[in-house]
T-cell receptor, first 112, second 115 residues
């Protein structure tokens, strides 16, 4: 069955360091992958989208990589700040139905 | 504010009662999605509309769940005969499908508590 795995344990890092979050998937052929940020009690907010034929995408301090051979996406936040503390969700879409499947998310805590 | 809005933000009800939630999407968006999210999990897709047509409803959790989008603008999600297991955050999202990708814009959600 299709499966998306994000680390269920919170990632704790020190301010200024680079945070790296992982999204692994199995039995899936996504046409693109998206990363969202979710704060407690709020809806997810779109951050970045990367297509299957793209290796890397950047936006300000954010970088996403997509390796369809490894079936993995990495999400990086450089020069992390306490305000980056949130849950980060990855979502995969096969591109046919435009119905994304979300991972459970990974909580990031950036300590000052 | 031109984002997605949802009402109410919180709903407390007793088991067996019916509840209805409303979602107002971004005005130029033609797609509207409903999700359920429980603690520690990602959003779980329920159903979606393109304009007023409901294109996928097989993943609604049971026949107690129904959704409408009568004029292709706002949408309602109704849960009949609520059960304690229905307690969750219900999220609405909208998008404008004009390309080969579909980025969704979420509302703040309605948190349902069934006593």
């Amino acid at each position: 069955s299709q499966k998306i795995e994000q680390n269920s344990e919170a990632l704790n890092i020190q301010e200024g360091k680079t945070a790296t979050l992982t999204c692994n998937y199995t039995n899936y052929s996504p046409a693109y992958l998206q990363w969202y940020r979710q704060d407690p009690g709020r809806g997810p907010v779109f951050l970045l989208l990367i297509r299957e034929n793209e290796k890397e995408k950047r936006k300000e301090r954010l970088k996403v990589t997509f390796d369809t051979t490894l079936k993995q996406s990495l999400f990086h936040i450089t020069a992390s700040q306490p305000a980056d503390s949130a849950t980060y969700l990855c979502a995969l879409d096969s591109g046919g139905s435009y119905i994304p499947t979300f991972g459970r998310g990974t909580s990031l805590i950036v300590h000052p | 504010d031109t984002g997605v809005s949802q009402n109410p933000r919180h709903k407390i009800t007793k088991r067996g009662q019916n509840v209805t939630f409303r979602c107002d999407p971004i005005s130029e968006h033609n797609r509207l999605y409903w999700y359920r999210q429980t603690l520690g999990q990602g959003p779980e897709f329920l159903t979606y509309f393109q304009n007023e047509a409901q294109l996928e409803k097989s993943r609604l959790l049971s026949d107690r769940f129904s959704a409408e989008r009568p004029k292709g603008s706002f949408s309602t999600l109704e849960i009949q005969r609520t059960e304690q297991g229905d307690s969750a955050m219900y999220l609405c999202a909208s998008s404008n499908r004009q390309s080969s990708t579909d980025t969704q814009y979420f509302g703040p959600g309605t948190r349902l508590t069934v006593l």
